[in-house]
């Protein structure tokens, strides 16, 4: 019985991770950054503290805090209908932030954020 809990528990997360990824979504990484970065229309949308933000970020970028209390508002009011390079500094608040931008044609994720480049 004791198994079949840490299994269930196991395919939940497995199912959740899955979720996060939409097929709108595209993860990418540092080597096809500057690729990304050349498609037309891209906005870029950094989600970390303005602290952050201020002490270096990407050519172009915007900041929206992700730990703002008006951050889920701030998104739905983006146009939906252009593509979006999200990141922030490790990949876990843009990671979570995907669940604002399942309505968006196109979001490219820079998967392990700003800290790895």
């Known amino acids: 019985?004791?198994?079949?809990?840490?299994?269930?528990t196991f395919l939940s997360m497995?199912?959740?991770?899955?979720?996060?990824?939409?097929?709108?979504?595209?993860?990418?990484g540092k080597s096809q950054l500057e690729t990304v970065l050349d498609t037309k229309n891209i906005v870029v949308l950094d989600i970390r503290t303005p602290q952050e933000f201020?002490?270096?970020?990407l050519p172009k970028a915007k900041n929206?805090?992700?730990?703002?209390?008006?951050?889920?508002?701030?998104?739905?009011?983006?146009?939906?209908?252009?593509?979006y390079l999200l990141y922030c500094r490790s990949g876990n608040r843009s990671g979570s932030a995907l669940r604002y931008?399942?309505?968006f044609k196109k979001?490219?994720?820079?998967?392990?954020g700003y800290g790895a480049l």
């Open 107 to 112: 979001i490219y994720h820079l998967n392990r």
């Open 14 to 28: 497995i199912s959740g991770g899955m979720a996060q990824t939409a097929e709108n979504v595209e993860n990418i």
């Open 101 to 103: 931008f399942k309505e």
């Open 64 to 83: 929206i805090n992700y730990f703002d209390r008006d951050f889920a508002q701030k998104i739905q009011k983006l146009d939906k209908n252009v593509p």
């Open 1 to 8: 019985m004791k198994k079949l809990g840490i299994l269930a």
């Open 54 to 57: 201020h002490a270096g970020h």
